[in-house]
């Protein structure tokens, strides 16, 4: 049980930290938007469905998936909120905005733990 | 101490030149805490749609970060003057492709007597690698490259001169207009400007130009552009110190710039140029004439080899391409280009044998002139151009991403560089998990409630929100809830679910009954954030609950999740 309500807390908290940054960043973005769905979604379920849909998709698209350029395509799409509907071009794009906002969040929680910490 | 020792070593574990590159801005960030959220609200500004503009935010907080340690240096412990300074640096740099204004150099200097030592760097160097990059983002909406960063704080010198943007801008068309033209334009130029600085940025841009211009006498008149824009790219993308060559010898010649443009005089210049350069040039210069013949040089070096290739490419789509797709082609052909073309069927074998040893070039270079002619049948077909297009976008789009990944600028090749991607993205989420979970039970404030966040209508009924504070921060101590008048049921049903679930483990459990209004008062230590319970509080934020209670643990921070303890610190 305990394991669970941690992994449950963890969720939360990464829940809370992502829907910061996409709130951040507003409907500017593909990625941005795709996670506000998902995560709008995930409220008012009152779960997350994550997993399941996942999976499916793996299995239609691994066939695909053969070369490697397109294995790491699929690997960040993966990792990219709303990146199974792009292209690679607006992947690469998607990318490059939620790199610098990740980044952007990084050091601004760092500073933020380091100054608390003092 | 014992969390900071903690997460000293977690980030160890972490990639270490990412981390590297963290922790620096970090340090920073220490003295740049409120700026910091500007430079956030700056990016992140709904007005700012452009994606260039998303960049320049970036960088100039980029800069604004290495240009803390300036005052900190300074011991400047009062940020507000400095957020000042650094909100107008970040306006003037975005205002730079915009129009000319008020020179921040100045106003910088007689803010920090210590930021001129960083901005009064010698004009000539970073003045040369920036005209090539503010050219380079004004022709091609590019973010100047990240790691750049030294160069950054010189660009407040530039903004100093107004008309350098349109100069820029005119340089980069230039190679559409003839040589008298751009004589014409030089000479305009160089009346207007009693600043050394910009004299000796055209005479850096002329030394190119004139370079190009020998070359246009013996080759082709897209010589001039593609030179030029290749030799820009090279300077932008590998070599700053070529740049900083460049321009030193430039420097004396400026008078000799001064009197004349003709061609004659130009190719003067040519010799007094660095070695290097000349060296290019002739490399250029041969391979302009044997391209034409059909015949395939190996390059002394890669640059020029580059520039060659690219040279080559747009002589051979010259007669397919009108001119501004050219220079579209150029500066993503220059780029490291990403050869997904490799796939395509255009390259195949003669790609080997081109002069250029890069192997992640884009694949239409014109090997053997007779292949070139059958290629190029090929080109006109309407896939073969959408699918080039398409593959210049992703060069495109792969050197931005190149620029913001760290350590990413030796990998050549698609798929290293997205291996690097991907691994960086994966890096960046784990760290914003661990560092959000780690604020999280520093700060014991049970005020989240994500649901409410993103459900816009319960939002807004709140009035309060995380909009005055500053979104991006994790911690959310902002989302402060308590002092809503629905307090007391919802209380007493979160807490009674909250006590069943999660306080099961806690050795107070037996203590306290099971009433919310005795569960607050022994909460000293939390009194203040218990009362800021939330309003609408779930089962499922129970736990996020307890991670607000479960604070102090010293212990490993993954493991501090696992443990339920109410620790009530009276």
Redesign the interface.
């Known amino acids: 049980?305990?394991?669970k309500?941690?992994h449950?807390?963890?969720q939360?908290?990464?829940?809370?930290?992502?829907?910061?940054?996409v709130?951040?960043?507003?409907t500017?973005r593909a990625w941005s938007r795709a996670l506000?769905f998902k995560?709008?979604s995930q409220?008012?379920r009152?779960?997350v469905v994550k997993r399941r849909c996942f999976s499916v998709k793996k299995r239609r698209v691994t066939k695909k998936a053969s070369s490697?350029?397109l294995k790491?395509?699929e690997?960040?799409r993966s990792?990219?909120p709303g990146g199974e509907a792009m292209e690679?071009?607006e992947l690469?794009?998607e990318?490059?905005?939620?790199?610098?906002?990740?980044?952007?969040?990084?050091?601004?929680?760092?500073?933020?733990?380091?100054?608390?910490?003092r | 101490m014992e969390?900071?020792k903690l997460?000293m070593n977690e980030a160890a574990t972490m990639p270490p030149t990412w981390n590297l590159s963290?922790?620096g801005?970090?340090i920073q960030?220490?003295e740049?805490?409120c700026t910091?959220e500007q430079?956030?609200n700056c990016?992140?500004n709904?007005s700012w749609?452009n994606s260039m503009d998303?960049?320049d935010p970036?960088e100039s907080?980029l800069s604004s970060i290495v240009s803390s340690p300036v005052a900190s240096n300074a011991g400047i412990p009062g940020n507000g003057s400095e957020n000042v300074v650094l909100r107008e640096l970040i306006g003037r740099l975005g205002s730079i492709c915009n129009s000319g204004e008020v020179s921040p150099q100045s106003y910088i200097n007689g803010n920090n007597s210590t930021n001129t030592s960083c901005y009064s760097t010698p004009l000539d160097s970073p003045p040369k690698l920036n005209l090539s990059m503010m050219d380079h983002q004004i022709r091609g909406n590019f973010p100047i490259p990240g790691n750049h960063l030294v160069s950054h704080p010189s660009l407040a010198p530039f903004s100093a001169d107004p008309g350098f943007v349109e100069r820029a801008a005119r340089y980069s068309c230039f190679g559409s207009r003839n040589f008298s033209g751009l004589n014409g334009q030089f000479g305009l130029n160089e009346s207007e400007l009693p600043q050394r600085l910009t004299p000796r940025m055209e005479s850096g841009k002329l030394s190119r130009v004139s370079s190009n211009h020998s070359i246009k006498l013996s080759g082709s008149p897209m010589g001039v552009q593609e030179n030029r824009d290749g030799l820009l790219q090279e300077g932008i993308s590998a070599s700053d110190k070529k740049f900083s060559r460049l321009s030193r010898p430039s420097t004396p010649e400026n008078g000799e710039f001064g009197d004349s443009r003709e061609e004659s005089s130009v190719s003067e210049q040519v010799p007094g140029v660095e070695i290097g350069l000349k060296g290019q040039n002739d490399a250029n210069t041969r391979k302009r004439k044997s391209i034409p013949r059909g015949k395939a040089k190996e390059s002394p070096s890669s640059p020029p080899s580059k520039d060659a290739k690219v040279a080559a490419e747009n002589e051979e789509s010259n007669s397919k391409r009108s001119k501004p797709d050219e220079t579209n082609g150029n500066e993503k052909d220059t780029a490291k280009g990403k050869a997904?073309g490799n796939?395509s069927g255009k390259a195949s074998g003669d790609g080997n044998q081109k002069q250029n040893k890069d192997s992640a070039k884009p694949p239409e270079p014109p090997k053997d002139y007779i292949h070139v002619r059958a290629r190029r049948g090929q080109a006109t077909d309407s896939h073969s151009l959408a699918e080039r297009v398409?593959r210049e976008?992703?060069s495109e789009?792969?050197k931005?991403?190149q620029d913001?990944?760290p350590g990413c600028n030796k990998v050549t090749g698609?798929?290293v560089m997205?291996?690097e991607?991907?691994n960086?993205?994966?890096s960046?989420?784990r760290?914003?998990?661990f560092?959000?979970?780690?604020?999280?039970t520093?700060?014991p404030r049970m005020d989240?409630n994500?649901?409410a966040?993103?459900?816009k209508d319960i939002f807004q009924s709140r009035g309060s929100m995380?909009h005055n504070s500053?979104?991006?921060?994790?911690?959310?101590p902002a989302f402060s809830y308590g002092y809503q008048p629905q307090q007391g049921s919802l209380i007493h049903s979160g807490i009674s679910n909250g006590t069943e679930?999660?306080f099961?483990?806690n050795p107070l459990n037996a203590a306290m009954p099971r009433n919310p209004s005795t569960l607050l008062p022994p909460i000293d230590g939390f009194g203040e954030a218990s009362s800021q319970v939330p309003t609408v509080w779930?089962n499922?934020?129970q736990?996020?609950v307890?991670?607000g209670f479960g604070q102090n643990q010293p212990q490993s921070f993954p493991g501090s999740?696992?443990?339920?303890q109410m620790k009530i610190e009276l």
């Open positions: 049980m305990s394991s309500d941690s449950r807390r963890s939360k908290i990464t829940i809370a930290a992502y829907s910061s940054m709130r951040a960043v507003g500017r506000l995560l709008r409220a008012r009152g779960y490697g350029e790491q395509a690997k960040l990792l990219v690679f071009c690469l794009e990318t490059a905005d939620y790199i610098k906002c990740l980044a952007t969040q990084v050091i601004r929680a760092y500073g933020k733990h380091q100054k608390g910490s | 969390k900071e997460c963290n922790f801005m970090a960030s220490n740049l805490n910091s430079f956030s990016f992140f709904p749609e998303q960049s970036f907080a997904e796939g398409r976008k992703i789009r792969m931005f991403l913001l990944v698609k798929a997205l291996d991607i991907i960086y993205v994966q960046l989420q760290q914003v998990e560092l959000s979970m780690k604020l999280a520093v700060n989240f994500m649901e966040l993103l459900l995380p500053f979104p991006l921060d994790t911690s959310a679930t999660s099961s483990m779930e499922d934020l736990s996020v307890q991670m999740m696992a443990k339920t």
